[in-house]
Structure formats: structure tokens, C-alpha cells
């Protein structure tokens, strides 16, 4: 992700390993840098973790849940 790869990064794994941190630290790194960074989670919990800025992938879209 940090050398220029463009497309869909998906980040998955077990509760309580470190996602949000990773996305929090490598958000900041990215916009730092002068990257644009579009945040999308499944899950309202997940996107009250992460950012104010960030919304559920249904939301954004604006798909019928």
C-alpha cells in the first residue's frame, strides 16, 4: 500500500489484534504524505473505531440493508 499499489485493500482478522490501530497509523502516514484515503467498514462498531470520518460500506453506496 505504501508504494504507489492502486486498487481494493481489504484488512481482515480476529478481534482485538490491532486492525484499528494499523488503519488509524497508516491513514495518518498516508494523508502525511499527501495521499487521499477513503475509509469504508461492514459494521457501524467498526467505523466508530476507526475515524468520524469513516462510514459503513452500505451507507456510502447507499445500498438497501
Do not use: D, W
Not at 481489504?10 to 495521499?35: C, D, N, R, S, W
Amino acid at each position: 500500500m505504501i508504494n504507489k499499489t492502486k486498487g481494493l485493500h481489504v484488512l481482515k482478522g480476529t478481534p482485538k489484534i490491532g486492525k484499528a490501530f494499523f488503519v488509524k497509523y497508516l491513514t495518518h502516514y498516508l494523508q502525511i504524505q499527501g495521499e487521499n484515503v477513503f475509509l469504508t467498514a461492514t459494521t457501524k462498531v467498526a467505523t466508530l473505531q476507526l475515524s468520524q470520518h469513516v462510514c459503513t460500506i452500505h451507507t456510502q453506496f447507499r445500498i438497501i440493508v
